[in-house]
């Protein structure tokens, strides 16, 4: 799906209203009435309702969905913020229709002091600013904002927390941003729930459709992607009757050492669980009887040194490497890593101590293989890119490296982005809080690694490696939660994950 800044949203709605056609009202209501369903599913008719409603269309869609719950037998009340001008357009319109009902209490409040009282089962619905918020809250309105997140009741954030913007939020004034407990947001996710830090703001978030003309959505151009199974689906390499292994091609693992074997194991299943027809990982000398035993379907590539990566094999064999997991960042290791990037020409994964490496030799980043795969964690990335104020900067920083060294950049996290060298962006939606634990990025770097010797292409390989990890760790989640969850549950749930991308 492809994601859109406040202003294009905008240009999409009236697109629709041009084309469908529908008029304003009528898509307000629709709009509106989406809502009303989420909140009749979630609230009973014994909390009262109240809302507070802006001069747009935010406070439009809060005066339709007052007025439709009314008549659903909940009791709703509005307070209308009054900036001193005529109400306009639709929200005119269903301030007219809400006086007809004649089932909600109405006020509009000039200041602070006409906040209504509220009781502690009500629920708060915020409709005071939407997408058409240009500048931070200031004055009347963000004391308002003040006195809603003071308030410990359940808070509805109606499209978007008013106050916060869409995408860049680092100019803006953060106290004056409602906090919301959900927020039901229209047709796309704005870029900006995508970042941990407005969690505090967006609470959980869900999309409503509220059917934006297709045609509109297709004109409009995006960078910015958000990843659906639909997507991943196609990206996944398709075995026919008459493979055989060399089909699913030969990776080599790069990984672990003394004491961090581990790394290794971890990877090298992973790698071998997500179809790879032949997988070697090179491990130092004391690793040998450990690969062997843990994974006997890989086959082993001994380096000469006992407890570290000091050297590479012939890369002839392998058409996609993977290195990192558990390396070290010895002198020798530094040299045979360098060696390996100047000797192997196709794509390859870097992780962990290979990106502690790039990072204090960072001229080696021009010399990676063409769209190779960085999945750096954000502590990995700054030391690799700088730090960044917030993740707005930093996603514009992410983009940047991918396009000026032409690699793809995985930046892992909640919402884990993938940035392309075209300037495409790709944020994933799977896996949960339980996957921040030990080895977990080892089982990455094994599946996109597996994917890329499999010939699947560095972009799909990237998008569809964090998808499959995120669901097969959301699938292990699920059947032994998410405190339980260790790196080895990812792999074991691959299979299922597999399974549901059928
Ligand atoms: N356009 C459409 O067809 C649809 C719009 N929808 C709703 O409309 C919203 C967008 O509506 P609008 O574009 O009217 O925008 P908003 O309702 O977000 O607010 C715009 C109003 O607030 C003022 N404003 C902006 N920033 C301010 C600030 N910091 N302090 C004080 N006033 C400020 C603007 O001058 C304008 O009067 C969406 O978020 C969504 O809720 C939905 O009804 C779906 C359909
Ligand atoms: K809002």
Redesign the pocket.
């Known amino acids: 799906m492809k994601l859109f800044s406040t202003k294009q949203i905008?240009g999409i709605?009236?697109f629709?209203?041009e084309h469908e056609p529908v008029s304003?009202i009528d898509?307000?209501e629709r709009?509106?009435l989406q809502i009303t369903n989420w909140l009749v599913q979630h609230f009973s008719t014994e909390q009262k309702m109240v809302f507070f409603a802006?001069?747009?269309?935010?406070?439009?869609?809060a005066l339709a969905i007052a007025r439709q719950l009314a008549g659903l037998d909940y009791q709703c009340e509005v307070c209308l913020l009054d900036?001193r001008k005529e109400l306009k357009g639709s929200p005119a319109t269903n301030w007219k229709r809400l006086q007809e009902q004649g089932k909600v209490a109405l006020s509009k409040i000039k200041d602070v002091d006409g906040f209504p009282k509220v009781a502690a089962n009500d629920v708060l619905l915020d409709g005071l600013?939407?997408?058409?918020?240009?500048?931070?809250?200031?004055g009347f309105?963000a004391e308002i904002v003040h006195k809603m997140n003071a308030l410990p009741n359940t808070t509805v954030a109606?499209?978007?927390p008013s106050g916060l913007m869409g995408e860049n939020n680092s100019e803006n004034i953060l106290e004056n941003i409602v906090r919301a407990d959900f927020t039901l947001t229209?047709q796309f996710p704005k870029i900006s729930f995508l970042f941990a830090e407005n969690e505090l703001f967006t609470g959980n978030w869900q999309v409503l459709p509220?059917g934006l003309h297709p045609g509109g959505i297709a004109k409009t151009p995006s960078d910015f992607f958000f990843v659906e199974k639909e997507d991943v689906k196609e990206m996944i390499p398709r075995r026919t009757k008459f493979s055989h292994k060399g089909t699913f091609g030969h990776a080599l693992l790069v990984a672990g050492s003394y004491g961090k074997m581990g790394a290794s194991v971890l990877a090298s299943k992973a790698c071998l669980r997500s179809g790879v027809g032949l997988l070697t990982s090179h491990v130092p000398r004391l690793g040998y009887s450990i690969i062997q035993t843990a994974v006997p379907e890989a086959m082993v590539s001994i380096d000469e040194h006992d407890s570290i990566f000091t050297g590479i094999p012939d890369l002839t064999p392998f058409n996609a490497v993977g290195v990192g997991p558990g390396i070290g960042r010895k002198k020798n290791t530094c040299k045979a890593l360098c060696d390996l990037i100047k000797q192997f020409r196709s794509p390859m994964v870097l992780d962990a101590d290979a990106l502690n490496i790039l990072s204090e030799n960072k001229e080696l980043l021009r010399e990676l293989p063409e769209n190779s795969i960085l999945t750096p964690h954000p502590g990995e990335f700054e030391r690799l890119a700088g730090e960044t104020a917030d993740s707005w900067e930093r996603i514009q920083v992410q983009r940047q490296m991918a396009k000026e060294f032409r690699v793809i950049v995985v930046l892992k996290g909640a919402f884990t982005s993938v940035a392309l060298p075209d300037g495409r962006l790709f944020f994933n939606a799977t896996g949960n809080p339980g996957m921040a634990t030990a080895g977990s990025g080892d089982s990455l770097t094994g599946i996109i690694l597996g994917l890329l010797a499999q010939r699947v292409c560095p972009e799909y390989a990237a998008i569809a490696g964090v998808f499959l990890h995120g669901l097969a760790g959301d699938i292990a989640a699920g059947r032994i939660s998410e405190n339980a969850l260790i790196a080895g549950d990812i792999t074991n749930c691959l299979g299922k994950a597999f399974l549901e991308l059928k």
Do not use: K, Q, V, W
């Not at 802006?54 to 869609?61: R, V, W």
């Not at 600013?129 to 200031?138: A, I």
């Open positions: 905008a709605d009236s629709t209203i304003d898509l307000m709009a509106a802006g001069p747009g269309n935010n406070g439009g869609d900036f600013f939407g997408s058409g918020l240009s500048r931070p809250l200031e309105p109606i499209d978007i229209f509220i």
